[in-house]
């Protein structure tokens, strides 16, 4: 039987961005989709037309919705999320959901101690704002250059903000940066599931919005458990390295771990 894969977006990009992904999978023999986060129309323009079909979503209700996918398929996917795709991709491995998972510069988790300045910055549009948690917010061409562009020339920054960014839901920002303060944290993983299936995390070390050094500490949350977590860090790389132009030797690397 064919394996699924389920690619998961994170803040500011449409499900769509990940089409060169999906294609890309099928040609090496898995059965790939790619389903928007709840509420999310179907394509780029109608996100951009219709802002508030998205807002007030948080970290469970999209964990759930993935969830609810996942349980619909005939066998357990690989799970591939970037960014708060990435943390929910974490989230959906420590339920015992999916078969193996790959987290690209995945969202800060609970437990994770780091803040960068970079960070903060790239989160500000949104965290500066407390009503933003009930709204859906749209990057800038310039913060979308900070948080994601940064490591790329910035015209190729500019047309990938032209093609793929959405307006997205505040509420996972503040759900993230508040869960060190919270028992019940929405952005709590299960890191100690030992039965789970193998997980990678790839962390590009220019990336201004999720920077390396949050997601060396999310791996080092893992432990010495059982199950398989490794760590892949690409050295030049920032927030858009699953859309920009060097996006194949980040795929390439995913295909070929999950063939190890």
Same mark, same amino acid.
């Given at each position: ?8 977006h994170?803040l ?6 990940w089409q060169p992904w999906?294609?890309l ?7 790939p989709?790619?389903?928007g986060?709840?509420?999310e129309?179907?394509t780029?323009a109608?996100?951009?037309s219709?802002p508030e079909a998205?807002?007030g ?13 996942i349980?619909?398929?005939p066998t357990?996917?690989v799970i591939?999320? #970037?960014s708060f795709?990435?943390l929910? @991709?974490?989230?959906?491995?420590? +339920?015992?959901?999916g078969? %193996?998972?790959?987290?690209i510069d995945?969202a800060q988790?609970?437990g994770?101690?780091p803040?960068?300045f ?6 500000f549009?949104?965290?500066?704002n407390p009503a933003?948690?009930?709204k859906?917010?749209?990057l800038t061409?310039?913060?979308f250059r900070y948080g994601?562009?940064n490591?790329?020339p910035a015209?190729?920054?500019d ?7 959405i307006?997205s ?7 993230g940066?508040?869960a ?6 929405a952005a ?7 039965t789970?299936?193998p997980l990678l995390?790839?962390s590009?070390?220019?990336d #201004?919005?999720v920077?390396?050094?949050? @997601?060396?500490?999310?791996y080092k +949350?893992y432990?010495d458990? %059982?199950?398989?977590t490794d ?5 030049d790389?920032g ?8 996006w194949r030797?980040v795929?390439?690397?995913a295909?070929?771990w999950l063939?190890?």
């Amino acid at each position: 039987m064919t394996t699924p894969v389920v690619f998961i977006h994170g803040l500011w990009l449409h499900a769509s961005s990940w089409q060169p992904w999906s294609d890309l999978f099928a040609e090496r023999g898995y059965d790939p989709i790619a389903p928007g986060w709840p509420g999310e129309p179907e394509t780029v323009a109608a996100a951009r037309s219709n802002p508030e079909a998205v807002a007030g979503f948080g970290i469970d209700d999209v964990t759930n919705h993935y969830a609810a996918i996942i349980r619909g398929l005939p066998t357990p996917p690989v799970i591939i999320g #970037h960014s708060f795709g990435g943390l929910i @991709t974490q989230k959906l491995l420590g +339920l015992g959901l999916g078969a %193996a998972g790959i987290a690209i510069d995945p969202a800060q988790i609970k437990g994770v101690k780091p803040l960068p300045f970079a960070q903060l910055r790239s989160a500000f549009p949104v965290l500066s704002n407390p009503a933003n948690r009930r709204k859906a917010v749209s990057l800038t061409l310039p913060q979308f250059r900070y948080g994601f562009g940064n490591a790329i020339p910035a015209a190729e920054s500019d047309e990938l903000f032209e093609k793929w960014t959405i307006p997205s839901p505040g509420r996972p920002l503040f759900e993230g940066a508040l869960a060190n303060f919270q028992k019940d944290s929405a952005a709590a993983v299960n890191t100690g599931n030992t039965t789970r299936g193998p997980l990678l995390l790839i962390s590009g070390q220019q990336d #201004h919005t999720v920077p390396d050094v949050v @997601t060396r500490a999310a791996y080092k +949350l893992y432990g010495d458990t %059982a199950a398989t977590t490794d760590l892949k860090q690409f050295p030049d790389r920032g927030h858009s390295l699953t859309v920009d132009s060097g996006w194949r030797g980040v795929a390439d690397y995913a295909l070929e771990w999950l063939k190890r």
